[in-house]
């Protein structure tokens, strides 16, 4: 990053990743030993200039550091994810329903438009971030949709319960933990699994884009739901 080689590290499998910044002179080795009781949950640790394998910045500073690891949250998780689908389906929306309080709202927009900007991508075209919704309105939106994407790390329960009771078709990625598994716990029961529950980001994200570009594949996943 910035003519630097920055070195990063990680571990766990499970949910999304954990973004750390090790101590001052010290290295991801403290991350390691601090999440050592914590597997499977996935983080990651960029090590900063002049620090363990990283090159030296001839003019460091905290705020620089901030800014690697800044520039490292950027790159994990569901903003991504969504920033690849984006990609691959030119005409995709988002539309996302977080929290109710709006600088929490501001904070997911902001994170989210680095990585769609990065990919070349208009955020604003793609993605919607709404409000708290009544339920009535909730339904109305989950109705207008042709897929449900469950977040990654957290899996839904009421949300996918009502998606799949309209046949709308639910694409998770479960991981090792319960809290990453009840989509997939319910699309097993249906036997929809091997379709609908992805083994990692890379088959999630294939799984949506087939079923958004493939009409008659969405067809056939629509009617094995009903």
Request: proline content about 6%; charged content about 20%; some cysteine.
């Amino acid at each position: 990053r910035n003519a630097l080689r920055l070195a990063v590290h990680g571990g766990g499998s499970d949910g999304p990743a954990l973004v750390f910044q090790h101590g001052l002179c010290g290295d991801a080795r403290q991350v390691a030993e601090a999440m050592a009781g914590l597997t499977p949950q996935r983080w990651t640790c960029v090590e900063c200039p002049g620090h363990g394998a990283s090159d030296m910045d001839p003019a460091p500073s905290i705020a620089s550091f901030a800014d690697h690891v800044a520039a490292l949250a950027e790159t994990c998780g569901g903003p991504v994810v969504l920033a690849r689908i984006a990609a691959e389906v030119p005409n995709a929306r988002f539309s996302l329903v977080p929290f109710p309080r709006s600088h929490v709202r501001e904070a997911l927009a902001a994170r989210m438009r680095g990585a769609f900007e990065r990919r070349g991508l208009d955020f604003d075209r793609h993605v919607h971030i709404l409000p708290f919704l009544a339920e009535e309105q909730f339904l109305a939106l989950a109705r207008s949709a042709d897929l449900n994407l469950d977040s990654i790390g957290w899996s839904g329960g009421n949300t996918t319960l009502e998606a799949l009771a309209m046949d709308l078709p639910v694409v998770t990625c479960p991981g090792a933990s319960m809290r990453s598994r009840h989509t997939h716990g319910m699309l097993a029961l249906m036997g929809l699994d091997a379709i609908l529950s992805a083994r990692d980001e890379d088959a999630y994200v294939e799984a949506v884009v087939r079923l958004a570009t493939d009409p008659a594949h969405h067809r056939e996943v629509v009617a094995a739901i009903a």
